[in-house]
């Protein structure tokens, strides 16, 4: 089984930087597809950002120049660094694993952008 442990949300005014951690365990979980989406109150969850086991990645386009996403295999911990946050950013933000037969979530970490 896979478990999933999301940490740095918070509140950070517009324009500023916020990282995200999260830590899994289980076994195998080096050999799979890790990412990050979120969900703002009434609307639907959405993909930010993935990143392959091999380290290729890619981003949602509301996201794509001011957000990045990095993963440490010894660690089992994918990261997300966000800059020049918006309002709009405002959302609990999930982990997920692809796993072999199954996907796997996190409890997700609450981001509020506000000045």
């Known amino acids: 089984q896979v478990q999933l442990v999301e940490s740095g949300g918070g509140l950070v005014q517009p324009g500023g930087s916020l990282r995200l951690s999260c830590a899994a365990s289980g076994s195998f979980v080096r050999l799979y597809n890790m990412g990050w989406h979120r969900q703002a109150p009434g609307k639907q969850r959405e993909l930010v950002a993935r990143i392959s086991s091999g380290g290729n990645s890619d981003y949602a386009d509301s996201v794509k120049g001011r957000f990045t996403i990095s993963r440490d295999n010894a660690k089992n911990t994918v990261y997300l660094q966000m800059s020049s946050l918006e309002p709009d950013d405002t959302a609990v933000y999930y982990c997920?694993?692809?796993?072999?037969?199954?996907?796997?979530w996190g409890q997700g970490t609450q981001v509020t952008v506000s000045s």
């Open positions: 997920n694993v692809q796993g072999r037969v199954s996907t796997y």
